[in-house]
C-alpha cells in the first residue's frame, strides 16, 4: 500500500496511487474555474512551446479579473482543455496550476468530505481507516 498523503487541518488522506485507476475525476465533470496565475502561465507556455498570444486565445478565458483554462465539452462532461481522455493524463503536469497541485486538500472539501469521497476514490477517512 502507497502511503497516505496528509494536510494539518483536513480530516481525512489521500492515496495518490488511486490516481491511477480513477480515469481523472478531478479533471473532468460539471463546468468550472481552474485559474492561473501569470508565472503558471509561463511556466505551462514553456512546456507547449508556444507564444503567449497563442496561449491566451486558445486556452484561457477571462472569468472576472482573473483567468481560468478553458475547457473542452465531452458528452455531458467539461474537460480541463489539457486533459486527455485517451491516457487519463494531463498534457501539462509538471506546471499544472496551483489549483491542480493541491487538490483534494481545498478548504471546500474540509467539512464534504462524503462529497469528496464521490469524486475521488483516493480519499481515506476516518471511516474507511
Do not use: H
Not at 512551446?49 to 472569468?63: P, S
Not at 480541463?80 to 487538490?103: M, S
Amino acid at each position: 500500500m502507497s502511503s497516505l498523503i496528509q494536510k494539518e487541518g483536513f480530516s481525512y488522506a489521500f492515496r495518490a496511487d488511486a490516481c491511477a485507476s480513477c480515469g481523472g475525476r478531478c479533471c473532468i465533470g460539471e463546468s468550472g474555474n481552474i485559474f492561473v496565475t501569470s508565472s503558471e502561465i509561463e511556466k505551462i507556455i514553456a512546456i507547449l512551446d508556444i507564444d503567449i498570444a497563442t496561449f491566451y486565445k486558445q486556452y484561457l478565458r477571462k472569468q472576472g479579473y482573473k483567468f481560468s483554462l478553458k475547457e473542452q465539452r465531452y458528452g455531458d462532461s467539461y474537460d480541463c482543455i489539457f486533459f486527455q481522455r485517451e491516457n487519463g493524463g494531463c498534457e501539462i503536469y509538471e506546471a499544472r496550476p496551483l489549483q491542480c497541485r493541491t487538490f483534494p486538500f481545498w478548504d471546500y472539501y474540509k467539512n464534504r468530505v462524503e462529497e469528496l469521497k464521490l469524486e475521488c476514490p483516493g480519499i481515506i477517512d476516518g471511516n474507511d481507516r
